[in-house]
């Protein structure tokens, strides 16, 4: 006997975005992913200008870190791209083939996101740096890569402080600091942009003093430097984003304050004797599975289970919105006998002891 659901009006709200250890209780404001998408947009516009105007001043002033933070911008704006296609298409409901929906599409983009970063930005960046290196640079006029790189500098500027303040929105709703919600939060499109802008600023600090260090003593190693440097900083950023959506596509559960308050709700529930074992597993920033084995009662009838069942469902969306479908299956308890059992026969095993059981929480 399940207790089953599917996507509910309402559920789209902060609830999923479950930073670690936060227990939200009672409704919350609603947000959707358009704030996201949104966030998104102005990050990609933002970074498709940058490129082209980083591109014409690394050509004209000869700047190795100048056409390494063209390569950066143009593979954040290829990331952009890959996060809108990973947010419409996660956004696709469940059907027949895929009956627990598209959640887990947006980590697949999302990883791509990341590799793009690398590949596009970090190694491009430490290839060139180690180049000017190796094979000297005549640094020509760096005025214009000036103007651009404090021009880059107020459009990388505008789009990272939206990127915070969704994110510091999203924290607040939930009562823990910015790094914790950006540390735990499943919404990796938010956390890709804050963290991509937050690195290409960084960038056009490294390449300004790059080329300021080449204008001073007309030596190219401290754009080389500078370059490198620059593909460091984006290698991090890849690795950190890689592993966010990595573990998120392998299967993540709710952080243990929050399973902890699932279960103190199933056991709340009249005629639940105990929680068995109970499964949790995040599908999106704002989706999340529960499944569970119950005891119940024994002397509660079938229709008072699944009255019970029900109950359970309400109790759990009423408090945690971002949790969609709840599957509940009635278990005997650990030392109950089966009906019409002899006097010697063995107890029911606990769950997850014996052969092939796996009784890990999640």
Known sequence: MDASSSSVPGSSVPGGSLPGGSVPSGSVPPAGSDESTGTVLVAAAANLGI????AVGGAVSGSSAMLSEAAHSTA???????LLTALKRSEKPADEDHPLGHGGERYVWALLASVATFVGGAVFAIHDGIHTLTHGEDPGDPLLSYVILAFAFLLEGTSLLKGVRQARGEAARFGVSLHRYMAHTPDTAVKAVVM????????LLLAAGGLLGGQLTGFGVWDGTASICIGLLLVYVAWVLGRSNARLLIGRPLPAPMRAAVRAELCAVPHVVDVLELVTLVQGP??????????????????EIEWACEDAEQRLRGRFPAI????????????????GAGEGAEPEPEP?????????EG
Do not use: H, I
């Open 196 to 203: 991509e802008d937050s690195a290409a600023l960084a960038g």
């Open 76 to 82: 954040d704006t290829v990331t952009e791209l890959l």
């Open 286 to 303: 704002r989706e999340v599975l529960v499944a569970a084995k119950v005891d119940f009662r024994d002397v509660a009838t079938a229709e």
């Open 51 to 54: 490129a082209v105007a980083k």
């Open 352 to 360: 997850g002891v014996g052969p092939g059981a796996g009784g890990a």
């Open 324 to 339: 969609r479908r709840v599957f509940l299956d009635p278990t005997p308890g650990a030392y109950q006998k089966r009906p």
